[in-house]
């Protein structure tokens, strides 16, 4: 099969309407993009991606009002409302009771909660206005790898087994959205930290929190929560905050990926500084993946990563670090 790259929505809805499988742009990374209600196309997706069936997918939706049908409204909390009209369209994931009827299984793992997001790209808002279904779209890589910020990602993993890319150029937020349920009084509870952080979160309901040792020893209830994802085939060693200083490196088989300022005794282009100086976390969220892309690709022995402060979204890049690293 040949894969196409293109900025044609109206051929990326075809394609989709036919159950054929699409990447897509979001703001936070590309998605493999299938029809969410038919299971040749979820299965599809699994296929594609080696990904585990256990593992649920998230449901993207042009706007709030399209969620009608697909979640129950009754079980619908008064935060998720309030977050969707501050957050969406953008980088948030809402854990919904779904309507089992409409939701197939396949998509939430058997599970009764449906992972809904409503993405900002323009591209993929173009998109979702011309179908009249969600699109399942988790990220548009094999399974377990770094995720995918540039078309080119997505067709060096990809390429020869799917029709298209729909391209919308760098990914802006870098990083996945942040996924957020309910608990048993209703309080947003992140499950998987994103590009909204959760002071953002708290802005806005101030008894957001995060999970519970107790609440991360259920099942897998949401997607992004698998020990280990986001990692490159070198293996990878963190150093930094709550670490101490990077270990000991042989210089011409080592990479690193740092926040402010280079390693020293480390050739400069083995390096990727993310925020040269500044030391800005969104900066450096945007070109994480990229960079881990990059020096993934010279062929190294070793990689090492700086952690990063552990505020804002710091704890989000914390958290796909530490996964990118727990492969081994």
Request: glycine content about 10%; charged content about 15%.
């Amino acid at each position: 099969m040949e894969t196409l790259l293109g900025t044609d929505v109206a051929r990326a809805a075809a394609l989709l309407r036919a159950g054929e499988l699409v990447a897509i742009p979001t703001e936070t990374v590309y998605g493999l993009a299938g029809h969410g209600l038919r299971e040749d196309s979820l299965q599809r997706i699994f296929a594609v991606k080696g990904r585990p069936l256990s593992n649920p997918l998230i449901l993207h939706f042009a706007s709030p009002e399209h969620l009608g049908g697909y979640v129950r409204p009754g079980a619908v909390p008064a935060a998720a409302h309030t977050l969707l009209a501050a957050f969406s369209p953008g980088p948030l994931t809402l854990l919904l009771s779904r309507e089992p009827a409409v939701v197939p299984d396949t998509v939430t793992a058997g599970l009764p909660d449906v992972a809904v997001r409503i993405p900002a790209h323009p591209l993929v808002q173009q998109l979702l206005h011309q179908l009249d279904f969600p699109l399942a779209a988790p990220s548009a890589n094999p399974f377990g790898y770094i995720s995918p910020t540039l078309p080119e990602h997505v067709l060096r993993q990809l390429g020869g087994k799917i029709p298209y890319v729909l391209d919308g150029g760098p990914c802006e937020a870098g990083i996945e959205s942040t996924v957020v349920g309910f608990g048993p009084a209703g309080e947003p509870v992140v499950y998987r930290p994103g590009a909204i952080s959760l002071e953002a979160l708290q802005q806005v309901v101030p008894t957001a929190r995060l999970r519970t040792a107790a609440e991360k020893a259920q099942r897998v209830a949401s997607p992004g929560l698998l020990p280990y994802h986001y990692s490159p085939h070198t293996p990878l060693q963190l150093f930094g905050p709550g670490l101490g200083a990077a270990p000991a490196f042989e210089a011409g088989s080592t990479g690193a990926l740092t926040f402010r300022e280079p390693l020293p005794g480390l050739p400069l282009e083995q390096q990727v500084v993310l925020s040269p100086g500044r030391g800005n976390l969104a900066e450096a969220a945007h070109g994480l993946y990229a960079a881990l892309h990059h020096l993934d690709g010279l062929g190294l022995q070793h990689l090492l990563a700086e952690r990063f402060p552990e505020t804002g979204i710091g704890m989000a890049l914390n958290e796909r670090l530490e996964k990118a690293a727990a492969r081994g």
